[in-house]
């Protein structure tokens, strides 16, 4: 994926690109904010490898930077995350971070940090990095990502260039998809588009990838068997007592579903799943998938979870 792939958000490239072109343009501390889908995970992504990339026309995708950071296998790249299971950032991965930080960079010339969901912090993570933000070594590049920028602290969100993401909006998602599928027919352009909820990555994806068409078909089958009680979903549902990862997929294929009845309720795109889902509902089921797939990642019994999931499935649906 190159710059020009990335739809919309025009001010927040340019300042991005102009960092990369001019030394002088590029800033210490960038904090991309924006809703889930709205791309700044892969905005980052784009911004980082470009600062490392030997390519002509940066990120290439092909130089040996390139290639190290899409394998997360850089020296000079450190992101931080919430660990597996967690919610939060915790000051010991800050620590870790500090020790990378202050070594001079291994292979390039600068050293990139990437923070993932920031406003998930403790605080003692939070002071920790506000020291490393006041001051930096001169080799550093922090990219902070965060859905709202006022649950940062503001001392960390005053020390970053800030800049707000937005959805492309659906419209000029299909532009882009249908210039560049031309032969796609209107029920699966507008199958991706559901799919992709005014994200472009998403929508390539659901037309490139047959499993992901597949996981999305089965979704959409469980979502229009919710009135047929706990039985159904029980047996829809056995195909993943042994497949934790693939029951994830449809959880997050579940929500994608919900988002689309809630913020489309009444249209023609949201009649298609389940005509009879109101948006409360909706929401309701929303909450129970994200709470499920939280519990997943904390480890819990699939075969449990699952059963759990399919009663309380049934019962949004009464
Ligand atoms: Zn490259």
Redesign the pocket.
């Known amino acids: 994926m190159r710059f020009s792939d990335f739809l919309g958000n025009e001010a927040a490239k340019t300042v991005l690109l102009r960092g990369i072109e001019d030394e002088n343009a590029l800033r210490h501390a960038y904090l991309l904010t924006g809703a889930k889908g709205t791309g700044k995970r892969t905005l980052a992504d784009l911004f980082i490898?470009?600062l490392?990339?030997?390519?002509e026309t940066?990120?290439?995708?092909?130089?040996?930077?390139?290639?190290k950071i899409i394998r997360q296998i850089h020296p000079d790249v450190f992101v931080l995350r919430p660990s597996e299971g967690k919610d939060s950032i915790s000051v010991e991965s800050v620590r870790a971070l500090k020790e990378f930080l202050y070594l001079l960079p291994n292979e390039a010339e600068k050293k990139a940090v990437l923070i993932e969901n920031a406003e998930g912090m403790t605080s003692a993570a939070a002071n920790a990095l506000l020291k490393m933000l006041e001051e930096p070594p001169s080799y550093a590049v922090f990219v902070l990502l965060a859905e709202n920028r006022s649950l940062l602290l503001e001392t960390i969100s005053s020390r970053c260039l800030v800049l707000p993401l937005f959805e492309p909006g659906t419209k000029r998602v299909k532009e882009a998809l249908s210039s560049r599928y031309p032969d796609t027919s209107p029920e699966q352009m507008e199958q991706a588009l559901l799919y992709g909820g005014g994200n472009l990555g998403k929508s390539i994806s659901y037309l490139e990838q047959e499993e992901v068409r597949n996981a999305f078909e089965k979704a959409k089958a469980v979502f229009s068997g919710l009135d047929r009680g706990e039985f159904f979903l029980l047996r829809s549902l056995s195909e993943y007592e042994r497949d934790r990862e693939g029951f994830l997929v449809l959880l997050e294929d579940l929500i994608q579903i919900c988002d689309v009845q809630i913020q489309h309720s009444g249209t023609l795109s949201a009649s298609r799943f389940q005509a009879g889902v109101s948006p409360v509902t909706a929401a309701r089921i929303y909450a129970l998938c994200e709470q499920t797939a939280k519990r997943l990642r904390q480890n819990a019994s699939l075969g449990i979870t699952i059963a759990g999931f399919a009663g309380a499935l049934s019962a949004t649906a009464e």
Request: positive net charge; hydrophobic residues 20%; glycine residues 12%.
């Open positions: 490898r470009a490392f990339c030997k390519g940066p990120p290439c995708g092909e130089c040996l930077p390139c290639k």
